[in-house]
């Protein structure tokens, strides 16, 4: 569904921090892989099938530790059947998720600083890897999802 965030001075002013740091953000985990890149690509095993992705798949370490990637809110903290639970951060009128975490160390309403841990990684149901699903996506009158590889530094 859609919302309409209604921005205070204060998320004015951090969704414009946000928006500057575009392209030198810090990774969300600590040591990665991008196996799953944003837009739509063939599917792994089945060519003729299409996949889309809103965000990215990172392959990482075992207990690793999933970190924010700028500061702001938590807005949710969601179960996502099949892919243990996800963390929503809102900058401004920004948003970012940290999707498959097996625990949680914040709570909806904490403010968090960039590179503040949010939880650990959980093993992804489909290749029992631990692997983190992130998206970044614009929450104006509706929800545009942007590529993260054009706000991670070196994506």
Wanted: proline share 5%; glycine share 8%; charged share 20%.
């Amino acid at each position: 569904s859609t919302s309409k965030f209604e921005l205070t001075p204060e998320a004015k002013e951090l969704a414009a921090s946000f928006t500057s740091n575009k392209g030198k953000l810090p990774w969300p985990v600590k040591s990665g892989v991008v196996a799953m890149k944003f837009g739509t690509h063939p599917h792994p095993v089945v060519k003729s099938v299409k996949v889309k992705s809103d965000g990215v798949r990172i392959e990482t370490n075992e207990n690793e530790s999933v970190r924010t990637v700028f500061k702001g809110k938590v807005f949710k903290i969601q179960a996502i059947k099949g892919a243990n639970k996800a963390v929503f951060v809102i900058h401004g009128d920004y948003l970012s998720v940290y999707n498959n975490l097996s625990s949680i160390n914040v709570e909806v309403g904490d403010e968090v600083i960039t590179n503040q841990v949010l939880g650990k990684v959980g093993n992804a149901t489909a290749t029992g890897r631990p692997t983190v699903m992130f998206y970044i996506a614009e929450v104006k009158s509706s929800i545009k999802y942007l590529n993260p590889a054009h706000w991670i530094y070196k994506m």
